[in-house]
């Protein structure tokens, strides 16, 4: 039985689209078209593969602000020591990371020197996170103590959101103009949320005041 021709000569329109032979890039805006073993799509920037994205790979903005590239959605890979990050707010940061270590997700260092001869607890810095997504976090922290009179007794403490405490340490610092650190290392569970990581210190006995200075936090997220 002989075949029957088609009613319309040329280029075969179905829905509105047009069905070319895969040979060349599209040339419209909106148009996609298999060429050369590749779906590649054109808009307004260009050419551009679908699946990898090519020099057209996706971006996101945090806050309506400045554009960051995205991983690559095809591959999962992401530019070369980055990584694209949650901000835990409906945002996104492109953080440094060194493979195999959790990136550095925050930190914030403080280093006026503060004086008290109080008994009481002293703030001398509360460091504040942004909002952070639940998880595991890794803490580290340290400050440096000192007094002004050899044989003082000073206590000083890291806390956590005013009941976790990250590091603490009471003991004579030694003699005058003599640095001793205060040391936090810790694993903690954070809810979603702002969170603040507060540095005490107060004198337990002795004369003189005691010196709180140079404050360091870094966190890390690691599950």
Known sequence: ???TPDAHHGELLEDEGILLSP???PTNEGEIR???GVLKAKDGTGVFNLR????HAPTHSKGGGDTVDAQNLGSGSAPAGKLLQTDGAGGWNLVDYVPGMPPNLNSGEYTTPFSTSSGTYQPVWTFTTPSLPAGSYFIAAIAMLDTSNAGNVTDARIQL???TIIGSWIAPVGYVGGSTPLVGLRTVTL???VHHFDFDIRKVSG???VIMKSCYITIWRVA
């Open 1 to 3: 039985m002989t075949g």
């Open 23 to 25: 040979s060349t890039d």
């Open 34 to 36: 298999y060429s050369s």
């Open 52 to 55: 990898t994205g090519g020099s």
């Open 161 to 163: 959101d005013d009941a």
């Open 191 to 193: 809810t979603a949320g």
């Open 207 to 209: 004369n003189g005041s």
